[in-house]
């Protein structure tokens, strides 16, 4: 009996040290919630304190027009309500199947006739679009939690432009691409005030198309000196108004939000991490630390950019599954700084083309090389940021080849992708063939 005595004794003081060291536990995960809370909190008021903003809220105050500003957005969804698909897509380019031929060859009979017919039949579109473009602020009317519902219509409504740039390209009315290449820089820059991940992405696509369809119009074009200067001017200010920075301080902003609220991921990234307090804590301040090393990342000269965001996720893959939140949500934007990178390049690149044909106007021949623009048309022999060398310049036998090295930091003679096979290395080329 009096074992029996002992050992009830013994199984209640070890059920006793058990229930102590939960309760431990326990105190101690609340303290470390209740630290980290505290040290999160203390980060978030000091992004504010910056003016940086840490809710949707505090984000849509500080995008909002004062009252009675005339607000672009309001025309521009006007025009992407008018906007008509082609009729006949298998002929149109960009928003079509259509191919558009070698450079400086005639557009097909039936591409010209349905590209003509596409641009006819969204005459009110395109009149929508270029008053829109002639007002100075922008702010779309969105609900951050529930994503960006006209991205689509604006891709649509640029590939509209791009169209019309290269048709009037073919029929050689260069007051008429110069208005329709303003008018599409300018639908892309009315983004440039919305610098969340995506709309920026966006923005970078219509620049980029406008400028595939000037150097298009460029092959089958004269442009007179004032002309060129204009498209150059307007070219200078997408670049200065390009925010890599601003775009990382908004998408940190997103991520907050993502963390805090759960329920509002499935509606916009299309995952769902299950609200667990201690996950969830670990979760937000590693956020915080992402985007920071991010945020520092975009400060980088554009060169350098690209190689230090992957840097920051092959970090964030070698974390442990205790850092779930931050590993599920967070964006890759190692790819996102390429494509910024790729964006800035092709600004150069036009540019430098432009600164060729008006040395070219100016002296019936083109330039030996790209001294010979310095400095009467640059200000200098424009950098290839891939590699930190000039600008390759090749003159050909019907024009020339003005190129970056692209991502591999290689040169390939400037050949464009759809000169080598699929996956085989290529430059990323400004072809004229005039």
Known sequence: ??????????????????????????????????????????????????????????????????????????????????????????????????????????????????????????????????????????????????????????????????????LRGYEEDSAAVVASFRDELRLAQSLRHEPSLISHLVRVACTALSLRALERTLSVTSFTDEQLVEMSQMLTEVDATLDLTQVMITERCYMIEYTRNPSLQSGTTGTTVPRIPILGGIGLADILDYMADCIEASKLPAAQRPARFREIGKELEDLSLLHVVVKTLAPALGRVAELDLRCRVDLVLARTVLAIERYRLANGTLPEDLKALVPTYLDQVPIDFQDGQPLRYRRTDTGYRLYSVFEDGQDHGGKHRDEVNKGDPHDWPFIVTR
């Open 1 to 166: 009996m009096g074992n029996e005595r002992e050992r009830d004794r013994e199984g209640l003081r070890a059920w006793q040290i058990v229930l102590g060291v939960l309760g431990l536990l326990i105190v101690l995960i609340v303290l470390y919630l209740v630290i980290q809370r505290s040290s999160v909190e203390r980060r978030l008021e000091a992004l504010r304190a910056q003016g940086h903003p840490t809710s949707f809220a505090e984000l849509a105050e500080q995008l909002r027009l004062p009252d009675g500003t005339e607000n672009a957005a309001d025309t521009y969804v006007k025009a992407f309500n008018a906007f008509l698909k082609p009729t006949d897509p298998a002929n149109t380019p960009y928003i079509g199947q259509a191919t558009l031929p070698a450079r400086g060859a005639p557009l097909p009979e039936a591409m010209a006739q349905a590209t003509a017919q596409y641009v006819a039949d969204n005459q009110e579109c395109l009149a929508l679009l270029r008053e829109a473009g002639t007002i100075e602020d922008c702010r779309y009317d969105w609900e951050y939690a529930k994503g960006l519902p006209y991205l689509p219509s604006m891709r649509h409504c640029a590939q509209l432009l791009a169209s019309t740039i290269v």
